[in-house]
């Protein structure tokens, strides 16, 4: 029996990369998809990001019929009787850190095209590639050990390596004991509809603005994503959210005029009804086990700030056929052997998206899937900005009437902020700096020693007022403490 | 377009094999699966989930049910090589 140094279970982004690396080194390698074509399972927000064409050079070649440019965003944001109340759009920064990221925000396209493309490249790498196969378990040597996989005609394919890349729900990890399935409370449900419509029209109703996200109280945050010649709109929550039908989420958000006039103005005809499962994890928990890697959505590597899974499935696959070379040359396919390779993705992009944690966790579940916080944020984003820009009034008085109209917003506002904001916000920012060396800190003492008794009392004055009070405590109080205590320590020493 | 029609707007080579069931000794008919279902495959019936003999036919195999089921009481897997739903525009 033939058997290959590598299985890579799944025939999407995450197994077509991790066959195309591996293969390319001269691994000898096979690819078991389900589908009869690669991508005929897969459903996405449609989006390819701009990391995508930045780490991979071959991405550059991507030229697929139906992609679409996304050079714009709108957030569009609507009150409790289904009216859009304001909106806000953002562009490419050009101060964004490398060329791609300075052109677009994504390119939009579908996986019908995106994966068959990337499993050619697999191919033309050397590995082979075999359609219309599902596998059922993975095999087991008499001694308990991996031997390869099971396809569902009973067919046995040796190998001691493999690589699981077969999605949210993942046979590799279920057979192979690393998980049965998750947790309710860490895979979201995503219902999409796929509209079809010319490219003309899309152009003139569209062009580059071409990822829309509609932030409502009566719906989980949805979006409408164009490609050239057609359009997703969906919405999604964990699966164990819902109240109602998912469809009544999506008839309320259908109902919304203006993706109604998206729709009318690019003729969008519905085509396809998708529903699928997405990951938004804490931390990706286990990764690999003896003689099995899992990347992309097998991992658990979908962002959990926003679900983009393709260009993490990519990376994953990548790593992980490197790891796979490495145990393939030295001999050793142990899970202690395989720990590399959750080193190597948690010191990548992947592992840098789950830095924020719980974090990232509270502001999804506090805010992005909490429709209950859109009751007073889409009002008070509205009331801002129609306080600074309305002419209803003279500027004089709409400027002053800014503050009363929002002051009553402040008790959510700021327990909103505490709560889901913050932690992220501490978080995602650069670690504190670190402490001044002694040089530069004795340095200050000494420079600073004459004015301290004078900058205490200033402290100590300014606290009556109730600014000076944040002042002295938050500025002031570590300065002080440490000279107080150090003349403590000083006088201490003298009497002893 | 109604939810119905919508649900109904898929394409699929029909499976011949089982892919999905229900164990009635563990499920406690709290209703999870018929709320999260898309294509509005399940029903609860005397205090039990109820499989309709049809839902080869209109299952996504999302597998959101037994995702989601607190009892664990539901089964899944994918369809057998080849068969199943197909995504043209995914």
């Excluded at chain 1, 005929?40 to 991979?56: A, I, M, Q, W, Y």
């Excluded at chain 2, 898929?10 to 089982?18: G, V």
């Amino acid at each position: 029996m033939k058997r290959y140094d590598l299985i890579v279970v799944g025939g999407g982004p995450g197994g077509s990369v991790a066959a195309k690396t591996a293969a390319e080194s001269g691994l000898e390698t096979i690819v078991l998809e389900r589908g009869v074509k690669p991508g005929e399972k897969n459903v996405s927000g449609t989006g390819l990001s701009p990391k995508c064409f930045r780490d991979f050079d071959f991405m550059r070649e991507m030229d697929l019929p139906r992609m679409r440019v996304a050079t714009m965003a709108t957030l569009h944001c609507s009150d409790e009787e289904n009216v859009e109340k304001l909106n806000f759009s953002f562009s490419p920064s050009a101060r964004a850190p490398y060329p791609e990221a300075r052109e677009f925000l994504t390119k939009n396209v579908y996986r019908s095209e995106l994966d068959p493309w990337l499993a050619e490249l697999a191919q033309k790498a050397g590995a082979e590639f075999r359609t219309s196969t599902r596998v059922s378990t993975v095999d087991r040597g008499e001694d308990g050990r991996i031997t390869g996989v099971v396809t569902d005609s009973g067919e046995k394919i040796a190998g001691d390596l493999i690589i699981g890349a077969d999605g949210v729900i993942s046979t590799v990890a279920r057979t192979s004991g690393i998980r049965e399935r998750w947790d309710p409370g860490e895979v979201a449900m995503i219902l999409n509809v796929d509209y079809g419509a010319t490219r003309e029209s899309i152009d003139r109703a569209i062009g580059g603005n071409a990822l829309h996200y509609w932030y409502s109280s009566l719906f989980p945050v949805g979006y409408t994503f164009f490609s050239a010649e057609g359009f997703h709109a969906g919405l999604g929550n964990y699966v164990n959210w819902w109240k109602k039908s998912p469809h009544y989420y999506l008839k309320q958000m259908f109902e919304l005029e203006g993706v109604q006039r998206q729709i009318d103005l690019c003729g969008g005809k519905p085509r396809e009804f998708q529903n699928h499962m997405v990951t938004f994890l804490l931390d990706p928990k286990t990764t690999y086990g003896d003689s099995v890697m899992l990347v992309g959505d097998a991992a658990g590597f979908a962002c959990p700030f926003e679900a983009e899974g393709v260009y993490y499935a990519m990376y994953s696959g990548m790593l992980a056929a490197k790891v796979a070379l490495e145990a393939h040359a030295g001999g050793d396919t142990s899970a202690s052997f395989l720990g590399r390779y959750e080193k190597a993705w948690r010191d990548s992009p992947i592992g840098e998206e789950f830095i924020g944690g719980d974090a990232i966790d509270g502001f999804v579940r506090g805010i992005g899937f909490n429709p209950d916080v859109g009751r007073w944020v889409v009002p008070l984003l509205n009331d801002a900005a129609y306080g600074l820009l309305n002419v209803a009034e003279s500027h004089t008085a709409s400027a002053r009437n800014l503050v009363p109209t929002l002051t009553p917003y402040l008790p959510v506002l700021v327990e909103t902020l505490v709560r889901d904001l913050m932690p992220l916000a501490n978080k995602i920012a650069e670690p504190p700096p670190k402490k001044p060396s002694p040089k530069v800190e004795r340095l200050l003492r000494r420079v600073l020693s004459p004015v301290l008794p004078f900058l205490a009392r200033r402290a100590a004055r300014a606290k009556k007022s109730a600014y000076g009070e944040v002042l002295s405590d938050v500025v002031m109080r570590d300065f002080v403490q440490t000279y107080v205590d150090e003349k403590a320590k000083e006088a201490g020493g003298a009497i002893r | 377009m109604n939810a119905k029609e919508l649900a109904g707007l898929i394409h699929k080579t029909l499976p011949e094999s089982d892919f999905l069931s229900v164990d009635e000794s563990k499920c406690e008919g709290c209703g999870d699966c018929v709320v999260v279902c898309p294509v509005f495959i399940w029903s609860v019936d005397a205090g039990k989930a109820v499989l309709p003999d049809d839902y080869r036919e209109r299952c996504l195999e999302c597998g959101a049910c037994w995702q989601v089921c607190p009892r664990e009481a539901i089964a899944f897997d994918f369809p057998e090589s080849g068969t199943g739903i197909i995504v043209f525009y995914g």
